[in-house]
Nanobody, 127 residues
Framework: QVQPVESGGGLVQAGGSLRLSCAAS????????MAWFRQAPGKEREFVAA????????NYGDSVKGRFTISRDNAKNTVYLSMNSLKPEDTAVYYC????????????????????WGQGTQVTVSS
């Protein structure tokens, strides 16, 4: 079992960059596929990015492809989301999610694929 804790959110101008971190407790972090989702006011929670256990596979939502990069450091039990060229429509609460998997290559893109969730961190992009 892991407990994700997000950090790094804040206020940034459009075109700027921000890096989110998600530290997950537990000794078996490398057995978990990790993902980022986001939820804007009045909207459903949206898939942003995911990374496989080994870090060898990644997947991105269409709206962030080419701008966001997900990475992980299994030695530090941490997953990162580097966000560049931020737009006002990126404004949302960003959630880190984790799920245990046997597969080193598996990536899930749906909310139902993830069992463990953080409390979220607010990202606000001003125009």
């Amino acid at each position: 079992q892991v407990q994700p804790v997000e950090s790094g959110g804040g206020l940034v101008q459009a075109g700027g960059s921000l890096r989110l971190s998600c530290a997950a407790s537990g000794r078996t972090f490398s057995n978990y596929v990790m993902a980022w989702f986001r939820q804007a006011p009045g909207k459903e929670r949206e898939f942003v990015a995911a990374i496989s256990r080994s870090g060898g596979n990644t997947n991105y939502g269409d709206s962030v492809k080419g701008r966001f990069t997900i990475s992980r450091d299994n030695a530090k039990n941490t997953v990162y989301l580097s966000m560049n060229s931020l737009k006002p429509e990126d404004t949302a609460v960003y959630y880190c999610a984790a799920d245990w998997t046997y597969s080193s290559a598996y990536i899930g893109v749906g909310r139902h694929n993830y069992e463990y969730w953080g409390q979220g961190t607010q990202v606000t992009v001003s125009s």
